[in-house]
C-alpha cells in the first residue's frame, strides 16, 4: 500500500495507526534476527506516536501528510532521548538532548518511527559491513550486502519494516543500497533538506533522501520534509514545487543524456538494464543525447580526499570530554588517543588519517586544494551536459549486490562501488536510483536518473516514467504467452 | 620614531598588539544561547556550543554588525569574508576546532590615532568565537601545572569575539597603554564591548622584540595572561630588558609565546614556537560567506555615535582646554562629555562645568542623575562672584549628595550668599540715596567716601554681602 | 610500495589526529595509505592551473540569524551524558602539554 492510501485511510479512520505499526512490529520481530536492519528499534517510542495519530483522528484534528505512516531513521540522525549511535562504539548508548529537523518535521506530520537503522560506522562504507554492531544482511539474498553506508535503511524498506525510510548520501550511501535492495533511493540536491540533527561526515556533501518502494511515495516525503530551515546555513531559502504534482508529467520532449565518457566498470547485467531504460524512454517520447562528462572518472579522487578532510575535522569533537566514550588515561592528551583509538573502527581511522594528512601543512596544495579545483571542473563539466541533456542516466551501482567480504582488504576496491553516485554529490545535484529489473542471480538493478541543480522535478518524471515502463513490462512478461 | 627612554644603549622597542574582544550581543556567534559573563557554569549550552554530533552554526547578524562598527571606528576597509576551522585539540574547544577568519577576514588595513598624534596601523580585525574556560583544580595558584584534574564551563564558548591584529608600530610600553586605553574607549562608545580586562572581555597579547633603530625587526615573543593595562605595561618593560640583556651578552632571542606572572613580575616560556601545531585550516563548509553591501555598511555607519577623539575635540572647542588636557580625556573616556556639555546648553559655563565633572562625577557612571540645570546655576553664581570656587565646591558636594539642588538656595542655607545681585543692587541704590554727600565725594575720586556706603550695605544687610561685588557696583554705577 | 608517504610521516598524521594507533596498524596504514595516494596521483595529469576551487555546492552568502535568546538546553541532563562531571563542569584529567 502506497503512502497516500496509508495516509488517506488513518485519516478517514478506515485502519488505525495503532494496527498498521503493529503488523510492522510482528514483520520486525520474524526477519530482523536475521536481517539487523536495526541498531534500535522503538518499540515505546513507536506505540506512543501511532496512538497520537489514532487520538488526533478521533478528535477530528489533522494528523500531518504522513499520518501513521512507519518510518525508519538512518541512525546518524539525532532523535532526542533515542539513542544515536552512528554505528560506532565511540557513540555508543548516547541520547541527544535534541531532535534534528527532519526528525522534528517526521514527528510533526504524524509519522510512526519504529526504529533506528544500521550503517556503516559514520556513513564511512559501501556495504554495512563496517558497523560496530555487526553487518546488515540484504533481504533478497541475506548471503549478500544491502550496499552502503545506509544499508539498514535501504534493508528495513525492502524488508517491509516501515514504509519508508531515510537515509543520508554522501557519495552515494542512498543511491547505492537503494539499487542493491531494490527500492527507490533518492539523493536531493545540497541544500533541499536540512541537515541540522544530521551527524556530519562530509558537511559539503551530505544530504538526506528517502528510500520508499516506489518513485510517488519518494515524491511524497520529499514534498513533506524539503524547504527552508533556519538552523542549517546551508539550506536553500526557497520554497520548492511540489514532486507529486511533478509525477504524471511524461517524457515526451525530454532529453536523456547517455555519457558516452562514462568510466568503465559496470558489470554487463547492469549495463543491459541501463540500455533497456534508454530505450523504454524512447519508446515513452524522449530523446537520447549523446553528452560527455571528461571529468567524471576523476570524482573518485576529488571525493576521496574532499570528504575525509572535511570528516577529519568533523569527528574530531569525538574526544571523551562531554559525550561519548572516553578511555581514562594520566593526562587528557593520553585520553584523547586511546580514546579516539578505541572508540573508532579501521575504516574511519583510515579515513580520518587520509584527511587529516590531506589537509596537513605541505600538503594541502597538493591533495585537498587540487581536489576542490576538480571539484569544479567536474561540476561544470556537469553544467555543459545540462545544456544538451535534461537528464543523464547511468547505472547507480556497477553490480549487483555482492557476497560478504568479497571486497577483500583493500580499501579501493570498496570505494569503486561509487563511482558512478559520487561526482552528483560533488556536484551537488539531486540523483535518484530506480529498480529497473533484474540482472546476475535475479538480483535487482537500479538505473540512476541525475539532473542539475534543483531540477527534482524532472528527474521524477523520468523516473515515474522508468517505473511506469518496468511495471507494463514486467506485467507483459506475466501475461500468458 | 624615537627609542624608549626607558630601554638602556640605543635599542628601539618593537610592539604589536593583538586584543581579542568579547562583543556585547545577547547570543552567541553561532547559536541562540545567552551571552552572559557570571552565570551558574554550563547553563548558556546549546548543540551547538556544545560541538553535539548534528549540530550547525548560523551566524548571528547582531555580531556581524558589531564586527563592522570596530572596523568602521577603526579606519578599516570592510570586504567579502569567509569563515575557517581552525583545527586543535583543547578540552575548552567543543569541537575540536575554532570558526574564525584567516585569509579573507572581515575589516583590513586600519588605524588608530593615539591622544597626542601617534598613527598605529591596524592590519585586521576578523570575527571568530571564543571558547569555554578551564579551572585547574589540585595545583598550585590554579595553574595547569601540577594540577590533579581540570573541570570546564562552556557557557563562554561560542561568544563571539573581534579579534584586533595592530602592526607593530608601537614604540614604548606606554605608547602600548595609551593604544589600549583608547581602543577600550572606542569600543565602549560603539557599543561593541564592555571591553573589560579584569573580566576577560578585553584580551591583550603583545608582540616584543628590539632592535637598533634602522634595523630589521628582531625576533619576537609573544607575551600572554595581561590581565591589565598596567601588568601588560610591566611585561612589556621586563621583556623588552630581558631579551636586550640576551642580545648585548652574545645569545638570541627565541621565537615563543611567553607567560607574564604577575607576582614574580617575569615572563616565562609557555611554548616554543617550532614545535607550532599544524592547524589545517580549510573554509567551514557549515558556513557561507559574508559579503556587507555598501547599503548594510552605510547603515551601520549612519548607527555609529561620535568616537571618543571627535567627542574630545568637540568638549576642547567648548570649554576651551586641550583635547588631551587631563580634563578632557578623562571626562570623556567617563562618558560624562555630554553632560558637560549640557550644563552649557542650560546657560551654564562649560569650563567650570568640566572642572566639577572631572573632579566630581568620578563615581557617577555615564549618566549621572544629578540634573545639569543645577550645575548650570552653580556655575553661574560662581562666575558672577557670588561665591567663591571653595564655597561652590562644598555646594557642589552637597548637589551631588542630594541628588540634585538648587545652588543659591545651598549658598543661602551654608550662610555663602544672602542676596542675589538685583538685591544687592537696591540695598545699594538706598544707601547712595541715604547718603547723597559721600555718594557725591566718591563720585568726585575721594575713593575714602566709599566706605561709608558699603558700611551702610553691610549694615542692611548684616554683613553678608560679598564686599567685592558691593565694590563693583559701586564702580559701575559712578561710570 | 610507491613511497609516497613514509611510516614517519603517517605516525605524525597519527599523532595530529590523536589516534593511539599501534605499530601493526601503522604498517598497515601506511601501505594503505601509499596505495590510495598512488591512485589519487590521477588527477596530477590535470591541468587546474586557471581553475577555481569549489567549496559550496550551493553558493549562499549573508545567511544570517537575528540575535535572540532560545532556550538553553538542561545542564543535568547533558552532564548526565559525560563521561565525568563535578559542580556542574565536565571533569578531564589534568591538562598536559596543550597549556595556552
Not at chain 1, 547492469?270 to 524512447?282: P, S
Request: some cysteine; overall charge negative.
Amino acid at each position: 500500500m502506497g503512502i497516500a492510501q496509508i495516509v488517506r485511510d488513518v485519516k478517514s479512520g478506515a485502519i488505525m495507526a495503532a494496527d498498521l505499526l503493529e503488523q510492522k512490529l510482528a514483520t520486525i520481530s520474524e526477519r530482523e534476527p536475521e536481517i539487523h536492519a536495526f541498531n534500535h528499534v522503538m518499540v515505546d517510542h513507536a506505540r506512543a506516536a501511532a496512538a497520537a495519530v489514532d487520538a488526533a483522528v478521533a478528535r477530528g484534528d489533522d494528523p500531518g501528510p504522513l499520518a501513521g505512516v512507519t518510518v525508519a531513521l538512518k541512525d546518524n540522525m539525532c532523535t532526542r532521548g533515542v539513542p544515536t549511535t552512528c554505528s560506532s562504539k565511540i557513540h555508543e548508548g548516547w541520547k541527544p538532548p535534541y531532535d534534528g529537523t527532519v526528525v522534528a518535521t517526521l514527528r510533526a506530520t504524524g509519522a510512526v518511527a519504529v526504529g533506528k537503522t544500521n550503517l556503516d560506522e559514520f556513513a564511512m562504507g559501501s556495504s554495512t559491513e563496517n558497523s560496530a554492531f555487526g553487518p546488515t544482511r540484504n533481504p533478497l539474498d541475506t548471503s549478500r550486502v544491502p550496499g552502503g553506508s545506509s544499508g539498514g535503511s535501504a534493508a528495513s524498506v525492502a524488508a517491509g519494516f516501515a514504509d519508508f525510510a531515510l537515509g543520508s548520501d554522501t557519495g552515494g550511501s542512498i543511491r547505492q543500497p537503494a539499487s542493491l535492495c531494490g527500492v527507490v533511493g533518492v539523493k536531493p540536491t545540497y541544500g533541499y533538506v536540512s541537515r541540522y540533527g544530521l551527524v556530519a561526515f562530509a558537511s559539503s556533501l551530505d544530504q538526506i533522501g528517502p528510500f520508499t518502494t516506489s518513485v510517488e511515495d519518494a515524491a511524497l516525503v520529499l514534498d513533506v520534509i524539503g524547504g527552508h530551515d533556519p538552523l542549517d546555513s546551508t539550506s536553500i531559502p526557497q520554497e520548492h514545487p511540489s514532486l507529486v504534482a511533478a509525477l504524471g508529467g511524461g517524457v515526451e520532449g525530454l532529453r536523456i543524456g547517455r555519457i558516452t565518457d562514462l568510466p568503465a566498470g559496470a558489470d554487463p547485467d547492469v549495463q543491459e538494464r541501463l540500455d533497456a531504460a534508454f530505450d523504454a524512454l524512447r519508446a515513452a517520447g524522449a530523446t537520447i543525447v549523446d553528452v560527455q562528462v571528461p571529468a567524471f572518472g576523476y570524482g573518485l579522487t576529488a571525493y576521496y580526499l574532499i570528504a575525509p578532510a572535511e570528516a577529519s575535522s568533523n569527528l574530531a569533537r569525538y574526544d571523551g570530554v562531554r559525550y561519548g566514550l572516553r578511555v581514562e588515561a594520566a593526562d587528557t592528551n593520553a585520553m584523547y588517543g586511546a580514546t579516539r583509538e578505541a572508540g573508532f573502527g579501521d575504516e574511519v581511522k583510515r579515513r580520518i588519517m587520509l584527511g587529516t594528512y590531506a589537509l596537513s601543512a605541505g600538503y594541502y596544495d597538493a591533495y585537498y586544494g587540487k581536489a576542490l579545483k576538480v571539484r569544479r571542473l567536474i561540476h561544470d563539466d556537469f553544467d555543459r551536459a545540462y545544456q544538451k541533456a535534461d537528464v543523464l542516466l547511468t547505472p547507480a551501482s556497477p553490480s549487483v549486490a555482492f557476497q560478504f567480504g568479497s571486497k577483500g582488504d583493500n580499501p579501493l576496491a570498496m570505494y569503486l562501488c561509487d563511482t558512478y553516485t559520487i561526482p552528483t554529490n560533488l556536484a551537488g545535484h539531486p540523483a535518484m536510483s530506480v529498480p529497473y529489473g533484474t540482472g546476475q542471480f535475479g538480483l535487482p538493478v537500479g538505473v540512476q536518473v541525475l539532473a542539475g541543480t534543483l531540477q527534482e522535478p524532472t528527474m521524477f518524471r523520468v523516473a515515474a516514467a522508468l517505473e511506469r515502463s518496468i511495471t507494463e513490462s514486467s506485467a507483459l512478461q506475466g501475461s500468458p504467452a | 620614531m624615537s627609542a624608549y627612554d626607558g630601554l638602556p644603549g640605543d635599542w628601539e622597542l618593537v610592539v604589536g598588539l593583538e586584543v581579542h574582544v568579547e562583543l556585547a550581543t545577547e547570543t552567541k556567534m553561532f547559536s541562540a544561547s545567552p551571552n552572559r559573563f557570571g552565570d551558574e557554569p554550563n547553563t548558556n549550552i546549546d548543540p551547538v556550543t556544545l560541538g553535539l554530533p548534528g549540530a550547525l552554526p548560523v551566524l548571528n547578524e547582531r555580531a556581524v554588525e558589531l564586527a563592522m562598527r570596530v572596523g568602521l571606528a577603526l579606519n578599516c576597509t570592510i570586504q567579502p569574508c569567509t569563515f575557517h576551522r581552525k583545527n586543535y585539540f583543547y578540552p575548552d574547544m567543543p569541537k575540536a576546532y575554532q570558526v574564525s577568519q584567516y585569509d579573507q577576514p572581515l575589516n583590513i588595513d586600519g588605524h588608530l590615532d593615539l591622544p597626542g598624534g601617534r598613527r598605529i596601523g591596524i592590519e585586521r580585525a576578523h570575527m571568530e568565537e571564543d571558547a569555554g574556560k578551564s579551572t585547574h583544580v589540585g595545583g598550585t595558584g590554579g595553574r595547569v601545572h601540577g594540577a590533579d584534574h581540570s573541570l570546564l564551563d562552556l557557557n563562554r564558548a561560542g561568544v563571539p569575539l573581534v579579534e584586533i591584529v595592530g602592526r607593530p608600530d608601537i614604540r614604548s610600553a606606554e605608547e602600548a597603554r595609551l593604544y589600549v586605553n583608547e581602543l577600550r574607549a572606542i569600543l565602549v562608545a560603539i557599543g561593541a564591548s564592555d571591553a573589560k580586562m579584569e573580566e576577560g572581555s578585553l584580551r591583550v597579547d603583545a608582540n616584543v622584540s628590539v632592535r637598533k633603530p634602522g634595523e630589521p625587526l628582531g625576533t619576537r615573543c609573544e607575551i600572554k595572561n595581561v590581565n591589565s593595562v598596567r601588568s601588560m605595561g610591566r611585561a612589556i618593560e621586563y621583556e623588552a630588558r630581558r631579551q636586550i640583556d640576551l642580545l648585548e651578552s652574545g645569545d638570541k632571542v627565541r621565537q615563543e609565546t611567553r607567560h607574564w606572572d604577575e607576582t614574580d613580575g617575569r615572563t616565562h616560556t609557555l611554548r616554543v614556537k617550532e614545535d607550532a601545531d599544524d592547524y589545517r585550516y580549510f573554509l567551514e563548509p557549515d558556513l557561507v560567506p559574508v559579503a556587507p553591501s555598501h547599503e548594510w555598511i552605510q547603515r551601520v555607519h549612519a548607527s555609529m555615535p561620535p568616537l571618543p577623539a571627535a567627542r574630545r575635540d568637540h568638549l576642547a572647542v567648548t570649554t576651551g582646554q586641550g583635547a588631551d588636557s587631563e580634563a578632557v580625556m578623562s571626562v570623556v573616556e567617563r562618558g560624562q562629555d555630554h553632560y558637560v556639555l549640557a550644563v552649557g546648553h542650560l546657560g551654564g559655563d562649560s569650563a567650570r562645568a568640566l572642572v566639577y565633572v572631572k573632579e566630581a562625577f568620578a563615581d557617577l557612571g555615564p549618566d549621572p542623575t544629578v540634573p545639569a540645570i543645577d550645575i548650570a546655576g552653580l556655575t553661574k553664581l560662581e562666575v558672577s562672584g557670588a561665591i567663591t570656587a571653595t564655597q561652590a565646591k562644598a555646594i557642589l558636594a552637597e548637589i551631588i549628595a542630594n541628588g540634585g539642588g538648587d545652588a543659591s538656595v545651598i549658598a543661602a542655607a551654608k550662610g555663602f550668599e544672602t542676596l542675589d545681585t538685583s538685591a544687592l543692587e537696591s540695598v545699594v541704590d538706598q544707601a547712595i540715596a541715604d547718603q547723597p554727600d559721600a555718594w557725591a565725594k566718591f563720585c568726585s575720586g575721594d575713593g575714602k567716601a566709599m566706605g561709608a556706603i558699603v558700611g551702610a550695605v553691610m549694615k542692611a544687610t548684616q554683613g553678608k554681602a560679598d564686599g567685592k561685588i558691593v565694590t563693583a557696583l559701586l564702580n559701575r554705577k559712578k561710570s | 610500495m610507491s613511497d609516497r608517504i613514509s611510516a614517519a610521516a603517517v605516525a605524525k598524521v597519527a599523532k595530529l589526529a590523536r589516534l593511539d594507533v599501534t605499530d601493526e596498524e601503522l604498517g598497515r596504514m601506511t601501505v594503505q595509505l601509499d596505495g590510495m595516494l598512488e591512485h589519487f596521483a590521477d588527477i596530477d595529469a590535470l591541468d587546474l592551473a586557471t581553475v577555481e576551487p569549489m567549496t559550496q555546492p550551493y553558493p549562499l552568502v549573508n545567511v544570517l540569524r537575528p540575535d535572540v535568546v532560545r532556550p538553553c538546553l538542561d545542564r543535568e541532563e547533558v552532564l548526565a551524558a559525560a563521561p565525568a562531571a563535578e559542580d556542574g563542569r565536565f571533569r578531564v584529567p589534568p591538562i598536559i602539554g596543550l597549556d595556552l
